[in-house]
């Protein structure tokens, strides 16, 4: 065993454990490939890049963007709408057509697309004929995946196995090569869900084994999300500081985790209310969420105020804490940045107790307020790090102040306030970080007052304990939120789902599209609900509903989740229109090109007959159906990459440079002889299954793009070696790179479904093994019928 086969091997292994634990993301996996091969000499460093020109590559962004063409022709929908008129009411009519909908489109176009383009559809027959969508998905996606087989552009390894074997000087696959395995694994597919796999199937509406009703959107959602047992109706009392605040000002989402969905008023139901709409006294707000979280509210007890004004300040300022006022310089990188976002008490040690702008008090919250070149802040701090502001380019002057002149310029009597937290309180033992004063109320803690020793400018890690008292700064109306909203009353009755929608306003269940840069990000950092003004009420995921609108915001979002909204239905059909989600509701997809759509599907015919007759080579041929898709108009040219996955082409690029280092180091010749060479001594059917079982077990976690070029230089040299057809043996390894049936991790697919049918990973694995051992067994008995060995 020389030193690049040890070399290439590690890197293998490396490679393999990071896409099954997805540390990094598959397309940085390629990528560290690429350059572990180039820096340690295994491969040159000038044919290190040489994948990313391979025809593959090109042939698969290419198909991509006719795949776009179908779906923004609405070629595709029109297709799905067909199977929602020949379905009838039989369910195992619909099993089947919507297996072969899935399956043919899948030969022809990007599989992932054809899903994405045929769950509505789905969503749709399972409303009319009253079964769950989860009887449904699994087939849908399963039936993609043995669509791909189909033919030469119907998924990623199949183009790439062809595009080895014309560099090898072979000749690729044809078309249609693929087309009678593929087909058969199709038929064997759609039968056996039909027969034996749909009994398998779960018939559930959420996450657990709960059953549900049949049907209507009230009781789907309600058995999926649990919204009976969220739903919370509170009454404000009689002269409560909330008459007259507007939503952002009663502060529910923050203090309370609470999602307002609707208010009663004098027997008035006002749904999905916007921000600014004023609460009165004696409103019944109907909101999701835990009746546990105003509980503990509660639990903090009267936090007893006394104003002080000189007084309070007077505490704070003693010993080494010191007030300064410092003037923000003209070019100063503190402009148009907030108190907040620039996290000033962290980087200047020192606590900003107020903004003055000319003559005017920056009153409110100032924390968010954006800084402005000439602002003073007056600053609470200790002397020495005051000190070193003199220093700082960020402010063009630094000055001290006494207690008497802060308190007069900067009207600190209207701020300062002292607090006092009761025996038995909540607070008692808790941080004030775990206490959200700051966040949830714009409350600062400067100062905690103890007996056996104050603790000024505390941190965030800081325990309150009962009979301390707090100096605190903040706006009074503030306070007096807190405390109204410590006195909501809940209601005695509670609301139903149903009663929350209307014409106008209502809930859609919504997933990530497949082409979504949204993967890793948080709904507050991409601005959800300020950009549609939608309430996002729960997280649907690995088989549960997360609620709670604290929570949620801060959650990454994952491919395959499904988030249930609610608000006006106008603003849902915008979100429709954002490439970036899927919102199940047929009515509410964007509008399609459908003029356009007979010019899409002559482009299509023309690749394929172009490609299947050899009079381009394929890449040309889908080069040039791309062009023609941009220059009919069923494409936009900036739409093109959007439809291209570019972290597909990084994959594929970087694996190529593997699976060349793995023939150029011998290492390929290596494992053929030692580990498939043995299973060939037992016959040629077990080398077939050995080889089926290394890629298919494979592909149930790693990308099966990749999952092919590693294996391929594996088939390639055992067919050399045992002077068997080179042709069969990679034809197995493209039927076992498909074959993800046993997880949901191995394809985007798979991922797609996962949420919007409430999919556990056992359900994958239950439903998926039989199919797994048929192809199985039909690659061994079968393939080799049609691919001779």
């Known amino acids: 065993m020389t030193a690049d086969v040890i070399i290439v091997l590690a890197i293998v292994a490396v490679a393999v454990v990071l896409f099954v634990t997805e540390w990094v993301r598959y397309d940085g996996v390629a990528l560290m490939v690429l350059l572990s091969l180039a820096i340690s000499g295994v491969i040159p460093m000038a044919r290190a890049i040489d994948g990313f020109a391979n025809p593959a590559v090109v042939t698969i962004a290419a198909v991509l963007v006719l795949s776009g063409g179908l779906y923004k022709t609405g070629v595709a929908n029109l297709v799905g709408a067909q199977v929602l008129r020949l379905a009838g009411d039989s369910q195992v009519r619909v099993t089947a057509l919507l297996m072969l909908t899935s399956g043919i489109m899948s030969g022809v176009m990007n599989n992932t697309a054809a899903v994405a383009l045929l769950i509505p559809v789905v969503i749709e027959i399972s409303r009319r004929l009253g079964m769950r969508p989860s009887r449904l998905l699994i087939p849908l996606s399963f039936a993609a995946l043995l669509g791909g087989m189909t033919t030469l552009i119907g998924t990623g390894p199949n183009i790439l ?25 199709l038929a064997m597919g759609v039968l056996y869900v039909v027969l034996a796999g749909r009994h398998f199937l779960p018939d559930r509406s959420t996450g657990d084994e709960e059953g549900g009703g049949e049907g209507g959107d009230e009781i789907d959602l309600t058995g999926r999300y649990h919204l009976a047992e ?107 940045s907030t108190v907040r976002s620039i996290d000033f008490r962290n980087r200047f040690q020192a606590h900003v107790v107020a903004i003055r702008r000319g003559d005017r008090v920056l009153r409110g919250s100032f924390q968010t307020a954006k800084i402005e070149a000439g602002d003073a802040l007056l600053l609470l701090g200790r002397e ?97 939120v807190l405390e109204a909203l410590q006195a909501l009353v809940p209601a005695d009755e509670r609301s139903s789902v149903g009663e929350l929608e ?83 509701h047929g009515q509410l997809h964007e509008v399609f090109r459908v003029d356009k759509a007979w010019m899409a599907s002559a482009i299509m015919v023309g690749f394929i007959l172009a490609a299947s007759l050899n009079l381009l ?71 077939i299954a050995s080889i089926f079982l290394i890629c298919a077990l494979a592909a149930q976690f790693v990308p099966t793009s990749a999952v ?67 192809l199985l067994l039909m690659v061994v008995f079968f393939l080799p019928i049609v691919w001779p060995l």
């Open 617 to 687: 080579p394929v890449y040309i041929a889908a080069l040039l159906g791309a062009l023609l898709m941009v220059c009919a108009g069923c494409v936009k040219g900036n739409e093109v990459y959007t439809f291209v996955e570019w972290r597909v082409v990084m994959l594929l690029g970087g694996m190529l440079a593997l699976g060349l280092a793995m023939e150029d180091s011998g290492t390929a010749e290596l494992i053929a002889r030692e580990v498939v060479g043995r299973a060939a001594e037992m016959g040629p059917r077990i080398l």
């Open 502 to 584: 209307s014409e106008d306003v209502g809930f859609a269940e919504v997933t990530l599209a497949p082409s979504s840069d949204l993967v890793g990000k948080t709904l507050r950092e991409v601005l959800f609900r300020e950009s549609y003004g939608l309430n996002l009420i729960s997280i649907f995921r690995g088989g549960r509903a997360f609620h709670s609108n604290i929570r949620i915001a801060r959650t990454a979002l994952e491919f395959g989740d499904a988030l249930l909204v609610y608000g006006n239905r106008r603003k849902i059909a915008l979100l429709a229109r954002d490439p970036r989600f899927l919102v199940l």
């Open 161 to 185: 196995l062809s595009s080895i074997l014309e560099r090898m000087g072979q000749g690729g696959f044809g078309f249609f090569a693929f087309t009678p395995v593929g087909a058969t694994a």
């Open 708 to 774: 092919a070029v590693l294996v391929a230089p594996i088939a390639l040299s055992a067919a050399s070696e045992l002077d068997l057809s080179a042709r069969a043996l990679l034809m197995v390894v493209a039927v076992g790179s498909s074959c993800a049936f046993l997880s949901p991790f191995g394809h985007p697919v798979n991922l797609l479904v996962m949420g919007v049918g409430g999919y556990k990973v056992v359900d994958y694995t239950r439903v998926g093994a039989p199919l797994f051992l048929l």
């Open 384 to 480: 020495d790090q005051l000190q070193q502001l003199r220093y700082a380019a960020e402010f063009s002057s630094v000055g001290w102040t006494d207690i008497g002149s802060a308190t007069e310029e900067y009207e600190l009597y209207r701020w300062l306030m002292r607090l006092h937290i009761p025996d038995g309180s909540w607070l008692d033992g808790r941080t004030l970080e775990a206490s959200r004063l700051r966040r949830a109320f714009d409350l600062t803690v400067l100062e905690i007052e103890r007996e056996d020793g104050d603790i000024a400018l505390p941190h965030a890690s800081a325990r309150m304990q009962a009979g301390d008292h707090l100096i605190v700064e903040g706006a009074p109306a503030s306070f007096a």
């Open 230 to 336: 969220s739903l919370l109706t509170l009454r404000i009392p009689s002269h409560s500081a909330l008459d007259g605040r507007s939503l952002v000002e009663a502060r529910l989402g923050q203090a309370l985790g609470y999602d307002l969905l609707a208010v009663r008023r004098k027997g008035q139901l006002v749904r999905a209310p916007e921000r600014d709409f004023q609460l009165r006294n004696d409103d019944e707000l109907i909101v999701e969420g835990r009746v546990e979280a105003l509980d503990r509210l509660r639990a903090w007890g009267h936090l007893a105020r006394h104003r002080e004004s000189e007084d309070a300040l007077g505490r704070l300022v003693k010993d080494s804490t010191v007030l300064a006022e410092v003037e923000i310089a003209e070019k100063s990188d503190l402009v148009d």
